[in-house]
């Protein structure tokens, strides 16, 4: 009977825990009250696509060569704070917007956070924004809309940069995100997780390698953290990860006739790096570079190699790279006809 009791009240204080959670949290993260705590708030800018809002930064004078950056799964703008000024330096105008559900963009019940949704809506940006063709740069998840807003628009996409990008449904293996797709666990837990910094914490010290955890800062965990306390967030991070697809990427790769740069880590946890020599083999007119010591963000642990990098894929009508002659990068270009 004791026991009884004690499972009782322990049921009880969690029920209770639970409930205090999902009825205080906010229902949403207003940009403007937060704006004094956002790298480059000053370069943001919204505009309305299909009814949502949708936050961007942009840097550089638009004449110059566009290069469109997207981020990945539970991300923002944040993670090119480093590369995008330094990218405007190499001569490029950037534009870093936030997929819909994420950073400051709204984020409604009604869309599906699908990868064909967020293409769609990217495609749509770039309309609204003037861009005809840019070279598109996806990390992670954004390695996955940027590959499929290809597939679907090539006439809009110069060249193609995928860094550590999503190609398959692997991931939707992780346990969490298997537990996410339980009707009623996913919306509890969620909350939790995606709200907790020792959970934000621990992902970090998986996502990027040893040699770069310095740069697992309060103030790194905050702003991820900042625009992920909502209601509204904890709802599009649940729905993102139970409409992930990302099968047609893996089976359609071979279609992608743009010069693409492939950048990967050599220690990346979270998409290991077969996916990357997967897509070298079936992307015909591809680069692949590995960076030692380096995990599932590039542009964050190496980011005067990275815009050194895209630039140089960029500026060469081609894509090629010089060899490298460093120990820290290895790149693999196999010799092709369109070479010359």
Not at 97 to 109: Q, R, T, V
């Amino acid at each position: 009977m004791k026991k009884k009791h004690i499972a009782l009240g322990v049921g009880g204080a969690l029920g209770a825990a639970v409930a205090w959670k999902l009825l205080t949290r906010a229902d949403t993260v207003d940009f403007h009250a937060n704006s004094d705590l956002i790298a480059h708030s000053e370069h943001s800018h919204f505009v309305d696509i299909d009814g949502i809002s949708i936050h961007y930064q942009e840097f550089g004078d638009s004449s110059d060569p566009t290069l469109v950056l997207v981020h990945g799964f539970t991300a923002s703008t944040y993670v090119w704070k480093t590369v995008a000024p330094m990218l405007v330096e190499s001569g490029f105008h950037v534009v870093a917007p936030d997929l819909a559900g994420f950073g400051f963009s709204d984020k409604p019940s009604w869309f599906d956070y699908s990868i064909a949704s967020h293409s769609r809506i990217l495609n749509r940006f770039m309309n609204r924004l003037g861009i005809g063709r840019a070279t598109l740069v996806g990390n992670s998840y954004g390695g996955a809309v940027c590959t499929w807003f290809t597939l679907d628009n090539p006439e809009r996409v110069a060249k193609l940069v995928l860094v550590d990008a999503v190609c398959n449904n692997d991931p939707k293996n992780h346990p969490v995100l298997k537990l996410a797709e339980v009707p009623g666990v996913g919306e509890v837990i969620t909350p939790f997780l995606v709200d907790s910094r020792t959970f934000l914490r621990f992902r970090m010290q998986n996502t990027i390698d040893p040699a770069n955890h310095h740069l697992i800062t309060r103030e790194r965990i905050d702003s991820i953290r900042r625009p992920l306390k909502a209601a509204d967030a904890h709802r599009s991070v649940l729905l993102t990860s139970r409409n992930w697809d990302a099968s047609r990427i893996v089976e359609d790769a071979h279609l992608i006739e743009q010069p693409t740069l492939l950048i990967w880590g050599d220690n990346d946890l979270v998409i290991p790096i077969s996916n990357g020599e997967k897509l070298y083999d079936t992307i015909l007119n591809s680069r692949f570079v590995v960076l030692k010591n380096c995990g599932h963000v590039p542009q964050e642990e190496k980011p005067e190699l990275f815009t050194d990098l895209v630039t140089e894929f960029c500026r060469d009508p081609k894509g090629r790279l010089a060899e490298s002659t460093s120990e820290d990068v290895r790149i693999e270009q196999i010799p092709r006809r369109s070479d010359g």
